[in-house]
């Protein structure tokens, strides 16, 4: 069974301070790791998808990155408007089927 | 372009009712999800379609809960005599391939 576990549970961050959020997986063949930004009220939003342990991506102030047991997404000098939850899901074997974690809340003080 | 849109986007329910919640997925999108996500938690995997074809289901919690996608295009989540665990937000999404998926916005039901 596929599991997920993402620390910490809630960050706060004074704009302009750089952290990072951590996804920790266990999975039989991984098929893909994904990132979401999920803003209260709303569905998640795409943000990434990782295939293989040593992959980065980045996207504006958002850097993700892969080893073999865990994820790191690298937030630089963040904005108020980064304020969310940000999800992490793998996905095993034949399909796209994910397995979300309980998600970091990361809220940015101006 | 249109996203994936659901409706109602809020839902009250007496216990016992049956409650039906609609899908429209971005045109074209092959795949289709729906996800239940209660509050604090991340989404978790209710069932799948590829086109019209429901491919798994292995997620919905008990024979109340029915989906389908007749055409491929639009999909229904039935759940029968409602309980109040039922109460959740339901959640869709649409993908080409899978890999990325576009979540519409819910839909929050409440049971009583």
């Known amino acids: 069974e596929d599991q997920v576990t993402q620390s910490p549970e809630a960050l706060r961050l004074q704009e302009g301070e750089s952290s990072s959020l951590n996804c920790s997986y266990t999975v039989s063949g991984l098929r893909g790791l994904f990132w979401y930004r999920q803003d209260p009220g709303k569905g998640p939003e795409f943000l990434f998808t990782l295939y293989s342990a040593g992959e980065e991506k980045e996207k504006e102030r958002l850097k993700a990155t892969l080893t073999k047991k865990e994820s790191f997404l690298h937030i630089t000098a963040p904005k108020p408007e980064d304020s969310a939850t940000y999800l992490c899901a793998v996905a095993s074997g034949g399909s796209y089927i994910p397995t979300f974690g309980r998600g970091t809340s990361l809220i940015v003080h101006p | 372009g249109a996203g994936v849109s659901q409706s109602p986007r809020y839902k009250v329910a007496k216990r016992g009712q049956d409650v039906a919640l609609r899908c429209d997925p971005i045109?074209?999108?092959?795949?289709l999800f729906w996800y239940q996500q209660a509050l604090g938690q991340g989404p978790e995997f209710l069932t799948y379609?590829?086109?019209?074809?429901?491919?798994?289901k292995s997620g919905l919690p008990s024979d109340r809960f029915f989906a389908e996608r007749p055409e491929g295009s639009v999909s229904t989540l039935k759940i029968q005599r409602t309980q109040q665990e039922d109460s959740a937000v339901y959640l869709c999404?649409?993908?080409?391939?899978?890999?990325?998926?576009?979540f519409g916005p819910g839909t929050r039901l409440t049971v009583l």
């Open positions: 045109s074209g999108h092959v795949s």
């Open positions: 999404a649409s993908s080409l391939r899978g890999d990325e998926q576009f």
């Open positions: 379609f590829q086109n019209e074809a429901q491919l798994d």
